[in-house]
């Protein structure tokens, strides 16, 4: 039987190029996300592929649940949940943060992704079959100057991915978190606001992951026998490594 996956985010970066990925396997595909006329494009590159696209905010908690309930018959069984929708916003160190930012990011990140996840699980449960992959982040283990509550939401996704899986012990249904590192999408261009130089500088002079890169590791991660689970999965560049703590020298 044709197994579906549902994407949230798919309008761009990772959620796009694991749509892609899915449908070259002749996979069925719920893709969502807010950009209404990218679902509509991304529905016909995708043709001949089944693709149901739902236009929603994640942040919008009954949006989510209407948009879950709504699924047709064919698209409704979801074999694969990939919690991909998210963002960064910002750069600043913590004091000089945005609370509206910080408040999207938390809306974004973690609420949304409660929202979806509670929607479609019971679902999972029942069939007694489905895995959730979550993308966390590198963001979410080790800090940086300005990662402040993007790091914090991912750090929720972490600990909420493990905690999904004491939940689930004795079911059929897995849980991932892939932690990426520097990966060029449009990730940087919505951290900085639509400045595209400022988000070019972040990847200039090296080769960061590409989105198919995430896509492939995803669908590895997904179709590997289904008495395995990848807990987690971090994954950078080789061009990215890590520093020594900072010390203040007076
Ligand atoms: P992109 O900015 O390229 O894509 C983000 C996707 O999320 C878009 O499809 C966007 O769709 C969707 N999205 C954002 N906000 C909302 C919302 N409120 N409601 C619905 N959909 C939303 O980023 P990436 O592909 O790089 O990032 C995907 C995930 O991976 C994120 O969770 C990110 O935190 C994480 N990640 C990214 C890394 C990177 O370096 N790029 C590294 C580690 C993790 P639309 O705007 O149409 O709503
Ligand atoms: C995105 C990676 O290092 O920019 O989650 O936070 S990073």
């Known amino acids: 039987m044709t197994k579906t996956v549902f994407i949230t985010g798919a309008t761009a970066g ?21 950009r209404a006329e990218r679902l509509v494009e991304l529905k016909a590159a995708l043709a001949p592929a089944p693709v149901h696209t739902l236009c929603f905010d994640i ?5 989510v649940l209407d948009a879950a309930q709504s699924l047709p018959e064919e698209f409704a069984n979801i ?33 949304g992704l409660l929202y979806i996840t509670r929607a479609l699980l019971p679902g999972m449960v029942e069939r007694n079959s489905g895995h959730i ?6 963001a979410g283990t080790y800090p940086y100057p300005g990662g402040n509550a993007y790091g914090g939401t991912k750090a929720f996704v972490n600990q909420f991915s493990k905690n999904l899986l004491a939940d689930l012990l004795g079911t059929r ?5 892939i932690e990426p590192g520097l990966c060029e999408s449009e990730f940087s261009v919505v951290r900085f606001n639509g400045d595209t130089d400022k ?34 999965l971090e994954v950078m560049p080789v061009d990215q490594a890590f520093n020594h703590f900072a010390i203040n020298r007076k």
């Open 14 to 34: 990772f959620g796009k190029a694991m749509a892609e990925r899915y449908a070259r396997e002749g996979w069925k595909l719920v893709l969502t996300g807010r």
């Open 59 to 63: 942040r919008d908690r009954k949006a």
């Open 79 to 111: 074999d694969i949940l990939v919690n991909n929708a998210g963002l960064a916003l910002g750069l600043e160190p913590a004091q000089a943060c945005d609370l509206d930012e910080w408040e999207c990011m938390v809306d974004t990140n973690i609420k």
């Open 133 to 138: 992959v979550n993308l966390g982040s590198v």
């Open 173 to 177: 249904v897995r849980v991932t978190n």
């Open 199 to 232: 988000a070019a500088k972040v990847y200039e002079g090296t080769e960061p992951i590409r989105p198919d890169d995430i896509a492939e590791i995803v669908y590895w991660a997904t179709t590997l026998p289904p008495h395995v689970n990848i807990n987690s």
